[in-house]
């Protein structure tokens, strides 16, 4: 399963969808709990399995974009795990943790349902652009069907129990994650983090929670799940906050094509000669780089490369891709010279 | 002549002769000051005139390496001073200052006699590589030869009076301008600073006198003219001093070939990536650039270009080339980005 991944794009970054110059991917997730079972922090390791059990055989019921594959994520390696973390099919601290767990995983890559994750189930679905109403249309289908054959912890006032009071309610987390490197050079990013704070939305990096939103990738999520329907979050985004950023975005770039384009070249052209001859180049600088070499495709100030190229190297370059590309177990110093020859092979055949 | 000039390689940037890839270029200068005439600092304007008038009249028949132009600094315009700045055949200060005033420069630019720079004649030879006792050799047969038709003023006991008490005596200054990018990068030139102060020697950067020591270029010059013959401190210069720092670099150079040569490859690499694809640059970042693709290309490290490239590099991103080249005034900014297309058309060619 892992080794067939690997072959082709994740869909998170396939660059495609509405919107995919400023947003790389859009994603829903929705937290349950088995009604009858405790929370994963007091069950037992019996428990734990149980719900495994329970959990796995009821799943592929619910199978929408293909058939689902069900990763036994406490089998796999460490390797493989951290495959899953780079192709946003789980989050790190599923990957990380300890116990009976595992993933079913559609083989678009779009829908991946992880248990005993925080909560018993975490039902993600994610698509490139801005896809929010067709992912909640989907996820809404799985949820249905799931909750027709597994009894979920309800409260009649409070909504969906959770592990985490963050998430009671409708356990809807909304995130839409977008390349932002025209309000980062122009400065105006700070009015967007400001702006979202008092709209109570989050701002993370480029792999999502516990990640610092450096670097011109933003994911932004909401953080409230109480009193609000799910229809209200998702057209919140939908409508106004992530068009309103796109449009703040497109103000600024062409803020940057009217009165510093010698300077925008530069700094694209110059990200383009070292990711082509660097030697030795660590994860970070490899993703500032690559932000700028995307925002020059976008903005068509860089015609010798196309999208596919440039997404292909976001992911390949993740380490525990590059260790799986060079067939290899690689320490940091060996990855930061496999990332470069890497990417100079790619830039070369392009 | 200035147009004539540009069209070539400088003879200090011609990266041949012994040692030539540590030793940029040699260089011996000689004071001299007209008998019955005050120094320039107190001479009237008609002095200083009819000393113009007796030493240019003088000059051609001390001629070697082909014949000399005389050139009347006072009638050139600013751009044409500054080629001869950056071509090291005139001093900054002789370019800068005011008053009538010259320079006779042979065909081959080894020889520059300037006319009323801080003393009435400062007879300048200077070769590529390392080449004191030629070039010593050469400036003692001119300075013979003016000498036998110019009353030069000379203390039986302090030797030849100049302007600046520090040149008194032999009113000899011998440098030697040294590519030191090892020892930079391995942190011990401070070292052979330290040593140089302790010989009496001064450190300058790549334009001499009042330039810093900044970037990988190290002009190493005498201090002391007095009490020694020339003999003794070209001697010095050329079977002590030079030899050890150039043994010091060549060992700094192996050790990081042996232990960090993939640090040394991305450091040379992803300079010749920033150079071909920038589109605007400083001239102190193109120097930077410059030493490691000269230090490169010297160590075999990099085989798509070759040292004339370099050198040729070096000189026609100057100021005053770079405007010649377009054929036009250019402000700051505009230097910049001509630099950088001239860089990229020129790596691109090679």
């Not at 859009?26 to 929370?39: D, M, Q």
């Not at 780079?86 to 990380?96: G, Q």
């Not at 994650?177 to 939305?201: C, N, Q, S, W, Y």
């Not at 329907?229 to 094509?257: A, M």
Request: glycine content about 8%.
């Amino acid at each position: 399963m892992i080794d067939d991944l690997i072959q082709k794009p994740a869909e998170w970054l396939r660059g495609e969808g509405p919107m995919s110059d400023i947003v790389i991917s859009s994603r829903i997730r929705l937290a349950r709990n088995v009604a009858g079972f405790p929370f994963l922090s007091r069950a037992t390791d019996e428990q734990r399995c149980e719900l495994t059990s329970i959990l796995r055989s009821n799943i592929d019921g619910a199978a929408t974009g293909g058939q689902w594959t069900y990763l036994d994520i406490e089998k796999l390696d460490e390797l493989d795990r951290q495959i899953l973390v780079e192709r946003h099919l789980v989050s790190r601290n599923h990957a990380e943790s300890k116990g009976s767990r595992g993933a079913s995983v559609s083989k678009n890559e779009r829908v991946s349902v992880m248990v005993n994750e925080e909560d018993h189930l975490r039902i993600q679905v994610l698509r490139s652009g801005l896809q929010l109403r067709e992912i909640w249309e989907e996820i809404n289908h799985i949820d249905d069907k799931l909750e027709d054959r597994i009894d979920f912890a309800f409260h009649p006032r409070y909504g969906y129990l959770t592990a985490c009071p963050t998430n009671v309610g409708t356990g809807i987390r909304v995130s839409v994650m977008l390349h932002l490197p025209g309000l980062k050079l122009t400065g105006e990013i700070e009015k967007v983090f400001r702006a979202a704070k008092d709209m109570r939305l989050a701002v993370r990096g480029f792999f999502g929670e516990g990640t610092e939103a450096t670097g011109d990738f933003f994911q932004i999520s909401n953080q409230t799940t109480l009193g609000r329907t799910e229809e209200e979050i998702i057209d919140g985004f939908s409508r106004q906050v992530i068009p309103r950023i796109i449009e703040y975005e497109n103000i600024e770039r062409r803020k940057l094509l009217e009165g510093r384009v010698l300077a925008l070249d530069d700094k694209i052209w110059r990200s383009y000669g070292v990711l082509k001859h660097c030697r030795t180049i660590s994860s970070d600088e490899t993703m500032l780089h690559l932000s700028h070499l995307r925002m020059g495709v976008n903005m068509g100030r860089i015609k010798i490369l196309d999208l596919a190229t440039v997404n292909e190297l976001f992911l390949l370059t993740q380490p525990a891709h590059l260790q799986k590309f060079f067939g290899s177990r690689l320490n940091g110093e060996q990855r930061s010279e496999a990332r470069a020859d890497c990417i100079r092979r790619r830039l070369t055949e392009s």
